[in-house]
């Protein structure tokens, strides 16, 4: 750190690249604390957690006895006996003797992205809750067809109040907390949905993992999936940035209109053969004298048998710049994707050991740098970008089912 600041003093580095160099050195050094403990009331296994998006300071939990917990990660409770270790328990907890607790277990806690006013619990009841933080009361709840296995909420949304529920039914229903009822029913997966991911950059695109092995993108503007991803699609490493690909644009338009002949970039005309290719398919099987009819979006969507994983899809994680897309499945791999291409990244990650039973929460740095992985009963930092294993972190003495990283104090919990 003495040596960033010393060139800071400098002048020979600015004020951005500064801050990237201590945030990379606080992460590279991140350990289990010794010095901070939560005191957990669940006496089940954990299934979700975080940290509120607003003030960075509370922490909410949701478990498999039913329970859901809030804690404040910044001013602690208690201190033990050396007064070194600062002890953080529980404000409130929310379980089955509560008159509107759940039944069973819970398998989301999220927290209202602009407000710690209120937070949401998904619970294998069938039930997604929405509870007033002051008063432990439940301001609206929705009633789905089967188990709910993960629900989330745009954190950058402005012209709407959704959360995307995954269940076990094939369908994923987006519930509108303002009128208190479902807004949207789509239809595509063929299996249940254990994963559900809004992107980073665009508020209106979702994201669903099913068991099917298909990861699917959706505009909620519009009907049906405009895309599916699949494994086989590939492309090496990261694409090309925006301006290099800018001026190799503008090369290739000025020796077109000097040799007075249609150049086209390789991408546009790979993407045109597949158009091509895909509407040949779809226009098979009429006759001449048939009415070509046009299909729905959805029915198009549930005839796409493309799958990115050899199994259920237990994860899905938007980097926060909303390019790239991480992705865990019971086959035990852990994928990148080019969320503007759709194509597999091919980054091989080292030896991961995932849980193919239940979804997972992934966890990525604010630069993107490095994705945090429950892997049994450890959590695995892996370079996003080579695939190489940064941290192992270990403590726990049974499976890991989720983690989160505070970008604010640089912590995982």
């Known amino acids: 750190m003495w040596k960033e600041i010393t ?9 951005y690249s500064f801050a990237n160099r201590i945030t990379s050195s606080r992460i590279s050094s991140l350990q289990l604390s010794n010095y901070k403990e939560i005191v957990s009331p669940h006496r089940g296994s954990i299934n979700s957690l975080q940290v509120d998006l607003t003030e960075g300071r509370y922490l909410l939990s949701g478990a498999t006895d039913a329970s859901a917990a809030v804690y404040d990660i910044q001013r602690p409770s208690i201190y033990d006996g050396t007064g070194l270790v600062a002890k953080h328990k529980h404000i409130f907890v929310i379980d089955k003797q509560h008159e509107h607790g759940h039944k069973y277990a819970i398998s989301t806690a999220i927290w209202y992205p602009v407000d ?54 094939v369908q ?5 907390i303002a009128s208190g009822a479902f807004t949207h029913t789509l239809s595509g997966h063929r299996d249940g949905v254990m994963a559900v991911e809004w992107s980073t950059s665009n508020e209106w695109i ?8 298909a990861i699917r993108f959706w505009d909620i503007r519009r009907a049906g999936c405009f895309h599916v991803l699949n494994q086989s699609h590939t492309q090496l490493g990261r694409r090309q940035p925006l301006l290099e690909g800018s001026s190799i644009n503008k090369v290739l338009t000025s020796k077109s209109s000097s040799e007075g002949s249609s150049i086209r970039p390789r991408g546009l005309q790979k993407r045109t053969v597949a158009y091509t290719k895909q509407s040949s398919i779809r226009n098979q099987g009429q006759g001449k004298g048939s009415v070509k009819q ?12 493309a799958t990115a994983h050899y199994g259920a899809v237990t ?11 991480l992705s865990a499945g019971s086959d035990s791999r ?45 959590v695995k930092a892996f370079d996003v970008w080579s695939g190489k294993t940064s941290l192992t972190f270990r ?19």
């Open 294 to 305: 046009r299909l729905h979006p959805g029915m198009l969507s549930s005839q796409d048998r």
């Open 116 to 169: 710690t006013g209120l937070f949401m619990t998904g619970s294998y009841d069938g039930y997604i809750n929405v509870w007033d933080t002051n008063s432990t009361q439940v301001v609206v709840n929705f009633k789905l067809p089967g188990k709910v296995y993960r629900a989330a909420m745009s954190a950058m949304a402005t012209s709407h109040m959704l959360i995307a529920a995954g269940t076990e039914d």
């Open 172 to 176: 994923v229903r987006l519930c509108d």
């Open 315 to 325: 994860g899905l994680k938007v980097t926060e710049d909303g390019m790239y897309l």
């Open 334 to 378: 852990l994928r990148l994707w080019d969320i503007e291409s759709g194509c597999n990244t091919l980054v091989n990650y080292e030896t991961v050991r995932l849980q193919t039973s239940k979804a997972i929460q992934l966890a990525v740095t604010q630069d993107s740098s490095l994705v945090f992985v429950p892997c049994m009963t450890a």
């Open 7 to 15: 060139e800071r003093e400098a002048g020979r580095i600015g004020p």
């Open 206 to 213: 979702l994201i669903t993992g099913g068991c099917d092995g």
């Open 395 to 413: 403590g726990h003495y049974e499976y890991v089912n989720s983690c989160w990283f505070n970008s604010r104090d640089q912590a995982s919990c």
